[in-house]
């Protein structure tokens, strides 16, 4: 069966610090992978998706980044952080493209 | 623009009631249409995906409708229990694209 992995699980981090949020996926290969913000009273908002290696679609221009180095690893990175970057960070994958995604567990990150 | 709207926002039964929760979209031509719990400070945990041509989708005590033309689904939960409590998210596609778009969700509490 297929798992997703994300960590860390919170992380507390000043502003204009860097950010590195990994999310992994196995029991499947060249998944469409996904990474959301859910900020307090704001709803799940997509950030990127990706549907291969190396592509990657941005949906809300922002301070962040996100690569695909492997097949089933996405990245979710700023140089430097603010304090509207606070809020709960989803990553998920479907198997094709209108499929049905599934989450990870989230990352909670506080900037302080 | 599609717009997602779930309502109520929070909503509390006692355990053993059947309930209906709502989501609407402003645009009906859906590709399709997606139920999510989330439980508290957890990622999203997929329930039924109902396709634009199918009219109710069931999984257990779950049970989705869609209708397209009125642009609505319900998510009922029949014989609810305390392990229902959670926030339930609707979250819709237009295209065989990757993109959904999230309703703000329903906080359930059921007491026991």
């Known amino acids: 069966s297929q798992t997703i992995h994300q960590w860390p699980a919170t992380l507390v981090q000043p502003v204009g610090s860097p950010l590195s949020l990994e999310c992994t996926v196995e029991g499947t290969s060249n998944p469409n992978l996904y990474w959301y913000r859910q900020a307090a009273g704001r709803g799940l908002q997509l950030l990127f998706y990706?549907?291969?290696?190396?592509?990657i679609s941005s949906e809300v221009p922002q301070n962040l980044s996100a690569s695909r180095p492997q097949d089933r690893q996405f990245i979710l990175s700023s140089k430097k952080l603010l304090l509207s970057d606070s809020g709960f960070y989803l990553c998920a994958w479907s198997a094709f493209d209108s499929g049905p995604q599934h989450f990870g567990d989230g990352t909670r990150l506080s900037i302080l | 623009k599609q717009e997602v709207t779930q309502i109520p926002a929070a909503l509390s039964v006692p355990e053993g009631e059947n309930l209906v929760l709502n989501c609407s979209f402003t645009d009906s031509a859906i590709y399709n249409l997606q139920w999510f719990r989330q439980d508290p400070g957890k990622g999203l945990t997929s329930l039924l995906l109902i396709q634009s041509s199918q009219r109710e989708q069931t999984s257990g005590r779950l049970n989705a409708s869609l209708d397209k033309s009125s642009g609505r689904s319900t998510l009922y939960i029949a014989a609810s229990q305390p392990g229902d409590s959670a926030t339930y998210l609707c979250a819709v596609r237009l295209d065989a694209g990757n993109m959904l778009t999230f309703g703000g969700g329903t906080r359930l509490m059921v007491k026991p």
């Open positions: 990706s549907v291969g290696i190396g592509q």
